[in-house]
């Protein structure tokens, strides 16, 4: 967890230092945080179980988001 939070602070500190700079580099800093974002859903939908006898997706409870099932 604790190279997680780095990772946050550095992904966070990089925007904050980019910001307002004509050079791309926000641009990068954005699309950087993205991929950490999209590796942590990655992470999490593969924490789903399987349902039904098929191995589908078990239904939404009430409430429930699919992005974090």
């Given at each position: ?13 990089g ?25 942590h859903?990655?992470?999490l ?25």
């Open positions: 967890m604790s190279n997680d939070t780095e990772k946050h602070r550095a992904l966070l500190s925007l904050k230092s980019a910001m307002g700079k004509n050079d791309n580099s926000f641009e990068q800093a954005v699309t950087s945080a993205f991929e950490h974002v999209f590796e859903l990655d992470r939908n593969s924490h789903v179980s399987v349902g039904g006898r098929d191995g589908e997706d078990r239904p939404l409870r009430d409430g429930e988001s699919s992005t974090l099932r």
